[in-house]
């Protein structure tokens, strides 16, 4: 089934001027990005954006995290976008990520692992809005 995800590639990835290279593992992969900005992403979005994390310890460093500077918020398609997206992301520990994942290439660690990506359909519908992407 072709379905629409919903990507960041985060504020580490975009400092580091490695936007480009990130972009052309995505579309090897098969993936069509058909809507693609970069913004700076603001406290109350990053609230919205990780509010199934809201109780747990390390929220507010998310928040903090990527809010911290631009980042590059993308629609995704093709077939099983949302799982495979997952497996091409990688781990969130890019210490454990397996070889050839976004993360494992990318990724510093837990907190500066390279992008984000919605598990579900439903998260993936609610992070294409908050984003206007759809």
Known sequence: MVET???IIKPDVVSEKKTGRLIDVI???????????????DKDEAEK???AHQ???FFDELVTFI????????????????????????????AIAAEGTI?????IDIKS???????????????LNLFSLI
């Not at 579309?27 to 992403?41: C, V």
């Not at 093709?78 to 990688?90: F, H, Y």
């Not at 692992?113 to 992070?127: I, K, L, P, Q, Y």
């Open 103 to 107: 993360r494992k290439q990318f990724g």
């Open 27 to 41: 579309e090897r992969n098969g993936f069509t990005i058909t809507s693609m900005r970069k913004i700076l992403i």
């Open 113 to 127: 692992n390279a992008v984000h990506g919605s598990d579900t359909r439903t998260t993936a519908e609610f992070e």
């Open 49 to 51: 954006l990780y509010s």
């Open 67 to 94: 809010s911290s500077g631009p980042a590059i918020v993308m629609a995704l398609k093709k077939e099983n976008a949302i799982r495979d997206w997952r497996r091409l992301m990688g781990d969130t520990n890019p």
């Open 5 to 7: 995800t919903f990507a």
């Open 55 to 57: 109780e747990k310890p």
